[in-house]
């Protein structure tokens, strides 16, 4: 499975898995279901229509009913993708039934012309030839991108779940008792430790340790800690708790 690697402004790694084709193409089905359902109930309008007008029971003029089918039946079709991801957060209903999303290369949300771009692309990728180019391409490059990907920069990312992440490190449970170990914590900044956090989650989901290395080490000289005996999970985690009780306990 390939993986995206950003760098953050702390000079930090973090690792997001990509999309697979076969998610993008399921994605991609459903969507293609959901346009399906809606051209039928289009379709059952303009019948009705049809058969009122030769019945003379219509009440609104052929030029009335030209607009009505552009707005209502052209114009959602055709920027099904556009529209949704732009509102949507980089997700249509395929991709949101998929968990999966659109983001840049960098892994930030696209700028609307980003949206655009690959937007325009999914003529060459996907209706003029069926497919086939789009998935030829992302077939043969590592981040699984298609031509408006490339184009604009961008590829699709899995999202994490957020009952896992809330479970894991977001909210850590104390006893009555509990004692932070690293007082100082209160040094770090929200954003600090959200992409502690980041590392931590990278690490319990891939294994990879050398993610978790420079936080810790960046830590430990913010912190002035030179006799940290835990190894760096254990450190990052601890700090994550003693933030969050610390933090806690000054907003009660």
Same mark, same amino acid.
């Given at each position: 499975?390939?993986?995206?690697?950003?760098?953050?402004?702390?000079?930090?790694?973090?690792?997001?898995?990509?999309?697979?084709?076969?998610?993008?193409?399921?994605? !991609?089905?459903?969507?293609? !279901?959901?346009?399906?359902?809606?051209?039928?109930?289009?379709?059952?309008?303009?019948?009705?229509?049809?058969?009122?007008?030769?019945?003379?029971?219509?009440?609104?003029?052929?030029?009335?009913?030209?607009?009505?089918?552009?707005?209502?039946?052209?114009?959602?079709?055709?920027?099904?993708?556009?529209?949704?991801?732009? !509102?949507?957060?980089?997700?249509?209903?395929?991709?949101?039934?998929?968990?999966?999303?659109?983001?840049?290369?960098?892994?930030?949300?696209?700028?609307?012309?980003?949206?655009?771009?690959?937007?325009? !692309?999914?003529?060459?990728?996907?209706?003029?030839?069926?497919?086939?180019?789009?998935?030829?391409?992302?077939?043969?490059?590592?981040?699984?991108?298609?031509?408006?990907?490339? +184009?604009? %920069?961008?590829?699709?990312?899995?999202?994490?779940? +957020?009952?896992?992440?809330?479970?894991?490190?977001?909210?850590?449970?104390? %006893?009555?008792?509990?004692?932070?170990?690293?007082?100082?914590?209160?040094?770090?900044? %929200?954003?600090?430790?959200?992409?502690?956090?980041?590392?931590?989650?990278?690490?319990?989901?891939?294994?990879?340790?050398?993610?978790?290395?420079?936080? +810790?080490?960046?830590?430990?000289?913010?912190?002035?800690?030179?006799?940290?005996?835990?190894?760096?999970?254990?450190?990052?985690?601890?700090?994550?708790?003693?933030?969050?009780?610390?933090?806690?306990?000054?907003?009660?």
């Amino acid at each position: 499975m390939n993986i995206l690697r950003v760098e953050t402004t702390q000079n930090v790694f973090l690792e997001y898995n990509l999309a697979g084709l076969g998610e993008r193409i399921l994605a !991609f089905l459903i969507d293609l !279901f959901v346009m399906f359902l809606y051209v039928w109930l289009c379709l059952e309008l303009i019948e009705s229509f049809v058969r009122s007008w030769f019945r003379g029971e219509n009440t609104i003029s052929w030029t009335t009913f030209y607009i009505l089918y552009f707005f209502v039946f052209i114009l959602p079709l055709s920027t099904y993708s556009l529209v949704q991801e732009v !509102f949507f957060n980089g997700q249509t209903i395929g991709k949101k039934i998929l968990n999966i999303k659109v983001v840049t290369r960098s892994g930030k949300q696209p700028s609307l012309t980003q949206y655009v771009v690959r937007w325009l !692309f999914r003529i060459i990728d996907i209706w003029a030839t069926l497919g086939i180019v789009g998935l030829v391409v992302a077939a043969t490059n590592r981040y699984y991108q298609r031509l408006g990907d490339l +184009a604009a %920069d961008t590829c699709l990312i899995k999202l994490k779940s +957020a009952a896992k992440l809330s479970q894991q490190v977001i909210i850590p449970e104390f %006893d009555k008792l509990y004692e932070p170990k690293y007082s100082q914590v209160l040094l770090l900044s %929200d954003t600090d430790i959200n992409y502690v956090k980041e590392a931590v989650l990278t690490y319990e989901k891939f294994g990879n340790e050398e993610v978790l290395v420079p936080f +810790a080490k960046k830590l430990k000289e913010i912190l002035n800690l030179s006799d940290v005996r835990s190894g760096n999970y254990e450190f990052l985690k601890q700090i994550i708790k003693d933030y969050t009780y610390l933090t806690s306990k000054d907003e009660e």
